[in-house]
């Protein structure tokens, strides 16, 4: 049986020394251009032998920290900066980034759901795979940056999965550390589960690192500074950035854990959300979390939500308009090994 080939090419050579940047290509056959190809967003900078990292933004089109924050890091780093590789993929979900979507307005594929893919499949699905089995066997590390996009704001956090071994943990908490972000968590099963790129890192044998810097479709300057001060310092840990390349201290981080599904609370009706606390806010288990009033029944009194456990508000709905099923917080509790 022969291997699969993605119909998705490069423009760029990832084995090439020095700095390149163009599109990967994906063929895109509709009524405006017959014989058109999606243009992705590549580059890659590449000197000597050292690691590889791939630095990853816009799995999720709405969400603008780590799409600017590698932007800038693209721009501002050279060949002889660096010792290894830096493979850039700022916008990974293209047509999801240019309409400001969550997914992709072509198949309203969601790319962190996607994986590992299907190289035959449609424009999301091919896009997962090429990540899955063209880039990331290339890689020993992938930044891979979120916030909360347009419905959820959380407390600016880097972020990892849980890992078994305790140096592993070890090392990946001290990369969260450097991330200089207000707070740093360690998910046991991240949303998603297998479909995301957390899975996917660890099917290829890739460390994975994330974020979740904001939210609301909003960018601040603090949250910025993480994606891009951030990702410098670890790089610089990793040993992927020269010694000669300055960088900022970090600034102190909280670790968190965020474990099972009772550290999470979603709506039980319908309605207009009003929060009952902040982001931030330590609460208990028991405690309501925010009442969801009827538009249509305003004389009947709101529904409440409640928090199923103690914890740190690390996450909030930011939309009003809520339905049965969304997530309205989710919290983080203090990181035990």
């Known amino acids: 049986m022969s291997k699969a080939v993605s119909r998705i090419s490069s423009e760029i050579d990832f084995n090439l020394e020095g700095k390149q940047v163009g599109f990967l290509r994906l063929p ?19 000197n000597g032998e050292g690691p590889t990292v791939l630095l990853m933004a ?74 899955e089995h063209v880039l990331l066997p290339q890689c020993d590390y992938v930044f891979d940056l979120h916030s909360g996009g347009s419905s959820l704001m959380y407390l600016p956090s880097a972020l990892c999965r849980r890992q078994s071994d305790p140096t592993k943990m070890a090392q990946a908490i001290e990369i969260l550390k450097l991330m200089g972000a207000p707070a740093a968590y360690v998910a046991d099963s991240p949303q998603g589960d297998d479909r995301t790129l957390t899975a996917a890192a660890g099917r290829q044998g890739v460390v994975h690192f994330g974020s979740e810097l904001g939210g609301g479709g909003t960018l601040t300057p603090a949250a910025l500074r993480v994606a891009i001060d951030g990702v410098r310092r670890a790089l610089k840990h990793l040993g992927i950035l020269k010694s000669s390349v300055q960088v900022e201290p970090a600034a102190p981080t909280q670790l968190l854990q965020v474990r099972g599904s009772d550290y999470f609370v979603y709506a039980p009706d319908s309605g207009l959300f009003e929060p009952l606390v902040e982001l931030g806010d330590v609460v208990k ?53």
Request: proline share 5%; with cysteine; net charge neutral.
């Open 58 to 131: 816009g799995n999720h089109g709405d969400e603008y920290e780590g799409q600017i924050g590698h932007g800038v890091l693209l721009r501002t780093l050279e060949a002889q900066d660096i010792q290894g590789r830096i493979i850039f993929l700022t916008s990974a979900n293209f047509p999801a980034a240019m309409a400001g979507m969550r997914t992709s307005p072509i198949d309203e594929g969601n790319l962190n759901r996607s994986f590992p893919g299907d190289v035959n499949g449609g424009t999301t699905a091919q896009i997962a795979w090429y990540i």
């Open 28 to 46: 895109h056959s509709v009524h405006r251009s017959a014989y058109g190809w999606i243009p992705i967003p590549v580059a890659c900078i590449k």
């Open 285 to 337: 288990a028991g405690q309501a979390a925010g009442r969801i009033h009827f538009l249509d029944t305003p004389w009947r009194e709101p529904s409440v939500a409640y928090f199923k456990h103690d914890g740190v508000a690390l996450c909030k709905r930011m939309m009003c308009r809520t339905e049965r099923g969304d997530c309205l917080f989710h919290l983080g509790t203090p990181f035990e090994y």
